[in-house]
């Protein structure tokens, strides 16, 4: 009997193991370069899209690449900062093509060469921590 009961609460604890892997199989994985992932801050992961997407082009200097050095970007564009970075990441073109005047003047001064859009490329998340990096970059460069 007592052998029995020990069989039981066996099966019972694979049970519930089981039912735990369920439940992690069924998170969507969608958020795959996110800082909750990875465990970064937002600022950290940000950094990594960054170099990922934006530094062949971008410093975080004053010096030019192909576009303009990042540098103090989030006092220079128009405030508030943050939804105006979303919309120029995700789609620039459409900005320049509403009339968004910062957008144009931008583009008029770097020869009218067109920046890539993101859109399809980050998602909402990955956008959010790229702008908390951009807004507030190490002052030493960071190894990950
Ligand atoms: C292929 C080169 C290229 C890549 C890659 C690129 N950009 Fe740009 N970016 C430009 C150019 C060129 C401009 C200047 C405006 C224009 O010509 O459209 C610009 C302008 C900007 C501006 C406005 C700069 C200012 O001084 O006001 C921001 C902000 C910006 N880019 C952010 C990003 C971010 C963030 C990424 C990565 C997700 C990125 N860019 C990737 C070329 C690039």
């Excluded at 609460?9 to 800082?35: K, M, R, Y």
């Excluded at 934006?54 to 303009?68: D, Q, W």
């Excluded at 995700?90 to 993101?118: C, E």
Aim: positive net charge.
């Amino acid at each position: 009997m007592k052998g029995l009961l020990i069989l039981m609460a066996a099966g019972l604890f694979v049970a519930c193991n089981n039912e735990q892997d369920n439940i992690n199989n069924s998170e969507p994985s969608v958020i795959d370069t996110t800082a909750t992932i990875y465990k970064r801050t937002p600022s950290e992961n940000g950094y990594m899209i960054y170099r990922a997407n934006c530094a062949s082009c971008h410093s975080m200097g004053s010096k030019k690449i192909v576009g303009p050095g990042l540098q103090g970007i989030t006092n220079r564009v128009p405030q508030p900062y943050d939804s105006w970075l979303k919309k120029y990441i995700r789609n620039n073109t459409a900005m320049l093509k509403s009339g968004d005047r910062y957008a144009k003047k931008i583009f008029v001064a770097y020869d009218s060469i067109v920046m890539p859009k993101y859109d399809s490329v980050l998602n909402d998340l990955q956008i959010t921590d790229l702008i908390a990096f951009l807004a507030n970059p190490p002052k030493r460069p960071i190894q990950y």
